[in-house]
């Protein structure tokens, strides 16, 4: 589908879960990293690739999807401590604007639900570029990365360490790789 802005066609891109990667990554024992993923989630891009600042997206993730590659892990990340994935079974995030495009360089501002709260996040992203598939199809691909405290949606659990710290950091740093695939229309 394809919509035209003052001159300027923008296409609609369907997000690749096959090609793409919503993970995280948070500070463990004050030291080390725990990374993770979501396996299931589904979004849309809207942008004409001359104009950056043209990028409107949307998109949902099935937090009971997490993977840590260890299953209490995933098991505890998914109960009321953290995402409490059986009553809110996704977070999402829409876009409200683009600014700072400089080159294949943008910041992307969106509202980011999780547990029921809402709250603006600012990703740093970088357009990787446009081209055909062997399918026929054209895709666009981004990274983009944020980082929040996970306490300002109510992820609040966390254990004290002997030593001094805590077992998880507060911060965690949001990690998209997106492929996306242009829809006809």
């Known amino acids: 589908m394809s919509t035209t802005t003052q001159d300027v066609a ?3 891109y369907s997000i690749d879960p096959s090609h793409s990667r919503m993970g995280f990554t948070v500070r463990h024992l004050g030291f080390s990293k725990v990374r993770g993923a979501f ?3 589904e979004g849309s891009v809207q942008l004409n690739p001359a104009d950056l600042s043209t990028l409107v997206t949307e998109g949902s993730v ?5 993977t840590t590659n260890e299953p209490k892990r995933d098991e505890h990340l998914r109960s009321a401590d953290f995402f409490e994935a059986e009553t809110h079974p996704t977070l999402s995030f829409k876009s409200t604007g683009v600014t700072n495009v400089s080159g294949n360089s943008f910041t992307l501002t969106g509202d980011l639900t ?4 809402t709250r603006s996040v600012a990703f740093a992203g970088e357009y990787l570029g446009e081209g055909g598939d062997p399918w026929g199809g054209t895709r666009v691909a981004f990274e983009a990365t944020a980082k929040v405290n996970r306490k300002d949606w109510g992820l609040n659990w966390n254990v004290a360490l ?3 710290g805590f077992l998880v950091s507060e911060d965690v740093e949001i990690v998209l790789e997106v492929q996306a695939v242009q ?3």
């Open 162 to 164: 002997e030593a001094g």
């Open 183 to 185: 829809q006809a229309g």
């Open 62 to 66: 099935q937090t009971a999807s997490i």
């Open 10 to 12: 923008v296409h609609t």
């Open 114 to 117: 999780m547990r029921g709260v």
């Open 39 to 41: 396996e299931q989630f």
